[in-house]
């Protein structure tokens, strides 16, 4: 009877602690919201989504274009601050290829193909 009570006294705990953990999980995942929003696609590939500059005004563009072909790409802006600029290549079907990394205090380029890997990671001349 002892082990009965024990045992049952336990698994209440075990139980109370659980729903506990269910409903904080729960809290926390109400606050998390996901951005599947495509309706911004721009069909023009030389046009940058979201501030419309030109790719031509990137250091990067001449070994993107000569490197990916950007031009058949929608290109959206990721990331650009101060130190690096990141830029998303997506087919007409919205499906992300190519993926550039430019580190602009030493002019780095990586290139990255979504299928393949790492194409390109070099220096770019100032």
Known sequence: MKTFLITTAAATLLLSGVT???SGVTLL???VTLNTDHSQQNDNASLIQNNETKLEDYTEYEVLNEKVNIQKYQTK???DNKNTRILIMSDDEDQEQY????IKDTNRLKIIEFKRGLIFNEELKK
């Open 29 to 31: 995942l109400s606050g």
């Open 99 to 102: 993926k550039s990394i430019f």
């Open 20 to 22: 506990l953990l269910l």
């Open 77 to 79: 802006v990721e990331t």
